[in-house]
């Protein structure tokens, strides 16, 4: 896979970045939708395919992309397809500063070592191109926007950007409201991507999982509203928001 376009999970944590002071916004649901990431990106890349609300490898090929050909080697090793509730609930914690650290690699963050309270060492990231973080935002602002269809991978980041909570890091205040409700809207664009977010948004308010969601044709029926930019506490809401530095 070459990098000359950055991958879900890569652009995931880049939205999650705060500019100013270089923490990231959701880091507890961060490495659910994260892992979801992993999915939808392995499934653009033509390594896995959905069935019913389960994941199966078709190609195990590696793409390239060390993070990516991880996750796709633990999913062959499953030796048959595995609910996607189950693979995002596993006990693989730690994606968020895995790929920090490979996105610093990359060059696309940079560190920034500090204290808190001038004596627990901390590190921060930054940004390396704000125009290319613009670039990120953007396409889910032209979304929101216009109402067009989104492409898959827009539509995707999307849906887990609403299951980890990040809307209201995108979009603060009452101003960012309709905005909010209508980037949760998005998930209906992109069926895989919506069935992947909506298994974070099950493992995070621990709910079992539930043949069918889908269908038979994996389609997702996009989130119930109760006005506003409220959304009930159910598989359609993601945990409250948190923050707190990279440590």
Known sequence: ?????????????????????GTTAQPQTL???????????LSLAGRIVPDGDRIAVVLPRPTGDPTLDHALELLRRRGSPVRAVHWIGGPRLGLR??????LERCGMVAAVPGQV??????????????????????RLDT??????????????????????GLG?????????????????????????????AHAVMDVQNGLPAQTGRTGSTGRVAPAART???????????PAAPTRVGVR
């Not at 309270?117 to 953007?138: E, F, H, M, W």
């Not at 979304?143 to 980890?164: F, M, Q, S, W, Y």
């Open 143 to 164: 979304a929101i926007r216009t109402g067009v269809p989104p492409d898959p991978r827009t539509a995707a980041l999307a849906a887990l950007a609403h299951a980890v």
């Open 31 to 41: 490495d659910l939708g994260l892992a979801g990431a992993q999915l939808v990106e």
């Open 97 to 102: 500063q895995t790929y920090l650290a490979h």
């Open 227 to 237: 006005g506003g930019d409220q959304v009930p506490r159910s598989r359609t809401e």
């Open 117 to 138: 309270c001038g004596v627990l060492p901390t590190t921060r990231y930054q940004a390396s191109d704000d125009c290319t973080n613009a670039a990120i935002k953007q």
């Open 1 to 21: 896979m070459g990098k000359s376009r950055r991958t879900i999970p890569e652009e995931l944590l880049l939205l999650a970045l705060d500019p100013t002071t």
């Open 168 to 196: 209201k890091h995108l979009y603060p205040g009452n101003e960012g409201r309709s905005s909010r409700s209508r980037l949760r809207d998005l998930i209906r664009y992109d069926p895989l991507g919506g069935m992947v």
